[in-house]
């Protein structure tokens, strides 16, 4: 069963309500309408920064994480009293994590232009779900050294104040 072209048919026509003002209707029957109307670039602009803003986190991440578990893992395998597992879970839980949650913000945020809503805020809980994931595996990471004893002092994340 088909619904008609009649007006007032149909699941979403109500009488007296409208979802969209006329123009953006003339425009979207026209084809004149883009991901990037007019009226929303302030919108679009601030959800591409803060995406591009999580992808240079995740870079960072992935970069400082592999050479942290290659620089820890030669030091660790030529002493044989300790094993790189803590450090590599860690570096991995912030690039994996990272990365994870950019490509599902990125999901969510062109859904919400496809469907012409705003997504800045999508972009800014995807950024923040960022930091957060990339500081965990770096807490883990560090813990992990300090549990080893690798790193100057034999105690890497820990302040060692003089006993008297």
């Known amino acids: 069963?088909?619904?008609?072209?009649?007006?007032?048919?149909?699941?979403?026509?109500?009488?007296?309500?409208?979802?969209?003002?006329?123009?953006?209707?003339?425009?979207?029957?026209?084809?004149?309408s883009s991901l990037f109307p007019p009226g929303k670039i302030a919108?679009?602009?601030?959800t591409v920064l803060l995406l591009a803003a999580g992808a240079v986190l995740t870079a960072i991440a992935a970069v400082t994480g592999v050479i942290a578990v290659a620089t820890t893992t030669t030091s660790c395998g030529a002493a044989g009293d300790c094993s790189p597992g803590g450090t590599i879970a860690g570096a991995a839980i912030a690039v994996g994590g990272a990365f994870v949650i950019g490509v599902v913000t990125l999901v969510f945020a062109i859904g919400a232009w496809i469907r012409?809503?705003?997504?800045?805020?999508?972009?800014?809980?995807?950024?923040?779900l960022t930091v957060a994931v990339v500081t965990w595996g770096t807490v883990l990471f560090v813990q992990a050294l300090d549990e080893q004893g690798v790193g100057p002092g034999r105690g890497f994340g820990t302040a060692q104040l003089p006993v008297p």
């Open 1 to 32: 069963m088909t619904w008609s072209n009649v007006p007032g048919s149909g699941p979403q026509h109500h009488a007296g309500s409208q979802q969209h003002s006329e123009a953006e209707r003339i425009a979207w029957e026209q084809g004149a």
């Open 43 to 46: 919108d679009r602009v601030s």
């Open 116 to 128: 012409r809503r705003t997504s800045w805020w999508i972009a800014g809980i995807g950024f923040v």
